[in-house]
């Protein structure tokens, strides 16, 4: 029993009545193939036959779409006469079954109710079945078309990875170009959801990128498209290309870009990296091939790259000047690397290794705490250059003045380390190390008594620190 129902579309500033034909259940008659041959039928199935082929010949959706309302509809109820009559046409050529799809195609883009456009684009994939039943022979293009409009029309699903990978299977080199973008679209979402895994992903991207290969190597007419539609399989498939793949692709890619490289040691140490991480093992005799020419390459220019590393990394190349013990110039270099940074964090820690520097090894006390204090300033919450300068204070107030003015240096470095641990937790330790150090050789009240201080008075320190303590015992 078929339900029809008519319904009005909006299209173009047009209004088109549309019979639309949702079969609740198909007779027996359609499953069994019927064609009009042997049909009582036969003059009626023929005359509409070819009274709706000469609308739809050679044409697309979209000319149907835009038929009139009038040619639109005088179409649709011959092909309906002539598909009720026979399914399968004349029993040699399935238009009756294609041509639905184009009828239905049409209606589908024309409605605007979600529930009814849902409706007929699933009849719409029902004739592709019914078409495999009756004309099995072209069993691979119709499993490739099915699974092609069924991602286009519905959307996500695992019934449609299925139906491509059958068209794959019957149809081995010859399956259409179509199948491979809706496989990787399909792949790349599955796979991201967790709902198939990196082997079938693989079993599935092979056979897509096997099919084009064949066809793209044998050229045509059709060999872009084949390059086009791997390309669109690949883009899809290569987001995860690093939890789908293992050792031996990424091999098969990347050795014959080792192969035009062979003199770039940076493109030789990308492509070992690559494969010990995708789990290709140290031993592997590729691997140890291109260590091999990489440590050979490396060994001829080692000065060169050395040279040139220093060059362009002042930072690097100060630190190997400190190390040959020629302090004032690791400074100057330092000073280079700053002039060069545009990181805050990188600034501070060459200005505290400039302080450093001229604190432990120059002595020059005055220039050390004014590059530590530009240290503390380009990175407020890092404590290091506050020790840096307490300790400063604690070396200037041991060669000055008289024993009062020494142990007042000795509060000016202790607020200096107190400070450091309240601002970075890291330093904590090291700051309660000093300040314990420390901690005898602070103020003595009876001496401060004799000059006429009292605790918690505030006292300017000499011996050039020039910091304001608050008098403590």
């Known amino acids: 029993m078929r339900t029809i129902i008519s319904t009005a579309t909006a299209l173009g500033g047009r209004t088109l009545a549309l019979m639309l034909i949702l079969c609740a259940s198909f007779s027996v008659a359609n499953a069994q193939c019927e064609n009009w041959t042997d049909s009582p039928q036969k003059e009626q199935a023929e005359n509409a036959h070819v009274a709706y082929r000469n609308f739809v010949k050679n044409k697309t959706v979209a000319d149907l779409v835009a038929m009139t309302e009038d040619e639109f509809n005088n179409a649709f109820n011959n092909w309906k006469k ?30 605007t109710d979600a529930a009814k456009k849902k409706e007929l684009q699933e009849r719409l994939i029902s004739f592709y079945d019914e078409e495999l039943n009756c004309y099995p022979d072209a069993e691979a293009f119709l499993l490739g078309r099915k699974g092609y409009d069924m991602f286009y029309m519905t959307g996500y699903s695992m019934e449609a990875i299925d139906v491509l990978e059958m068209a794959m299977d019957k149809g081995k080199e010859a399956t259409e170009y179509i199948v491979l973008p809706p496989l990787g679209a399909l792949l790349d979402y599955y796979f991201g959801e967790g709902e198939i895994d990196n082997a079938r992903v693989r079993e599935l991207y092979e056979k897509g990128v096997a099919i084009a290969d064949a066809n793209i190597e044998k050229g045509g007419d059709y060999k872009q498209y084949y390059e086009d539609a791997k390309a669109n399989l690949d883009a899809s498939v290569q987001k995860h290309a690093d939890k789908i793949f293992d050792c031996a692709y990424f091999k098969n890619e990347l050795m014959p870009k080792y192969e035009e490289n062979k003199e770039d040691l940076e493109i ?8 010990k991480t995708q789990g290709c093992d140290e031993n592997d005799k590729d691997i140890a091939m291109m260590q091999a020419q990489y440590d050979a390459i490396y060994a001829t220019k080692a000065a060169e790259y050395e040279a040139e590393r220093r060059r362009m ?159 403590r015992f």
Request: charged residues 25%; hydrophobic residues 35%; aromatic residues 12%.
């Open 82 to 111: 002539a598909y009720d009559i026979a399914p399968a046409a004349d029993g040699g050529r399935p238009f009756h079954y294609r041509d639905g799809r184009l009828f239905y195609g049409a209606l589908a883009q024309k409605e």
């Open 268 to 275: 030789i140490r990308y492509i070992i990296t690559k494969l």
């Open 313 to 471: 990394n002042p930072a690097y190349d100060a630190d190997l000047i400190f190390k040959s013990g020629d302090f004032a110039g690791a400074v100057s270099r330092y000073q280079e690397a700053i002039d060069a940074a545009d990181d805050d964090e990188k600034k501070a820690q060459y200005y505290y290794q400039m302080a450093s520097i001229q604190s432990g090894k120059l002595r020059q006390y005055g220039a050390a705490r004014q590059n530590a204090n530009k240290a503390a300033k380009l990175n407020d919450s890092w404590g290091k250059p506050y020790l840096l300068i307490g300790d400063i204070y604690a070396r200037l107030g041991s060669s000055c003045g008289d024993s009062y003015q020494q142990r007042l240096a000795v509060l000016a470095a202790i607020d200096k380390y107190r400070y450091a641990k309240s601002i970075d937790a890291e330093v904590a330790g090291d700051a309660n190390r000093r300040i314990a150090n420390y901690s005898g050789s602070m103020p003595i009240r009876s001496e401060s008594f004799q000059r006429g201080d009292k605790e918690g008075d505030r006292i300017k320190v000499g011996c050039g620190i020039g910091e304001t303590v608050t008098l």
